[in-house]
C-alpha cells in the first residue's frame, strides 16, 4: 500500500521501518529532516510538505506526543487526503481529542482511527506492540496488514475515542504497579532487607509481573537513567484522571499515584525513569541513599 507517515521519536522510528521492509511503500515527513534520513536510505519517499504526503497516500500513520500535535496535523493532512483514506494515530492523546479529529474527518470522507499502542521503544523494535484501536469495525481488514506488521496484538475496542480509553486503562495499571515496586522497595529497605532478593522472591510468586522485572529491576539496581522518561506517564495520567472526571469514574488508588507523579514531576524527575517514584517516596522519609 501507499502508506505516510510522520512521527520518528523512540517509537515511530521503528514501525516505520517495519512498514518498508514488509514491502509498503512510504513516504513521509518530518518537522527535522535529519529524523526521516534512514528511512529515505531504505527507499521511502521524503515529501516536502504534509500536504504533499496525504495527496499520496491512501493511509496516513501518525506518531506524536500530544492532542493539539496531532489535532493540527489532522487539520493540515485533510486537505490533502481523498475520500475512503484512512489515518491511523498511533499516539496517546485525549479521547475526546480522538472523537473531535474524527468528526472532522468524516465530514470530507476521510476515517480516523486511533489506535494507541503498548510495549514501548522494545515492542517497537521488537515488532510486538499490542494495538488497542477505535473506529469503524469495517476498516479492519484495511487495517490487518499494518497492524499485522506491526504488532503482535490488535483488538479493536468500538467506535473513534475507545482506543484511547483502552490506552488510559493500560497506563493506569502500569504505573499502579510502578508505584506498588516502589512501596516494596521502600518497606524492604525500612526492614533492613535488599530489596534485589526481596523482588528476586517475589518474581517466582503472584507479585510477579513486567513492572516488577523491568521498573523494579531498576530500582533495586537504583538506575534511575531514563527507559520511559517519567514525564510521559505523567501525561497519559492527565488524559485518564481527566477522562475519568468526565465520566465521574471513581478512581481512588490512580487519584494517589497521580500525586506521586505530580511530587516526581515538582521535585525536577521528569527526564528520568518512571521507577524515580521510588526516590519520591525516599525524599518523604529522608532515607536517599544517592
Known sequence: ????????GTMGLSMAEHLIKAGHALRVWSRRVASADSLVALGALRCDWVHELAMGSEIVCTNLTGSADVAGLADALRPGLAPGAIHI??????PGAARAIAAKHAAVGVEFVDAPVSGGGVGARNASLAIMWGGREELAPRLAPIFSVLGKSAVRIGEAGAGQVAKACNQMILVNLIQACAEAAALAAAAGLDFRLVREAMLGGSAGSRALDVFGGRMAI????????????HKDYALLMDEAARVGAPL????????????????????R??????????????????
Open 1 to 8: 500500500m501507499n502508506i505516510g507517515f510522520i512521527g520518528f
Open 89 to 94: 494515530d498511533f499516539s496517546t492523546i485525549a
Open 222 to 233: 537504583r538506575d534511575f537513567g531514563a527507559g520511559v522518561e517519567a514525564r510521559l506517564h
Open 252 to 271: 481512588p488508588i490512580a487519584a494517589a499515584v497521580w500525586q506521586q507523579l505530580n511530587a516526581l514531576m515538582a521535585q525536577g524527575l521528569g527526564t
Open 273 to 290: 525513569d518512571t521507577s524515580s517514584l521510588l526516590r519520591v517516596l525516599e525524599g518523604a522519609t529522608g532515607r536517599h541513599t544517592d
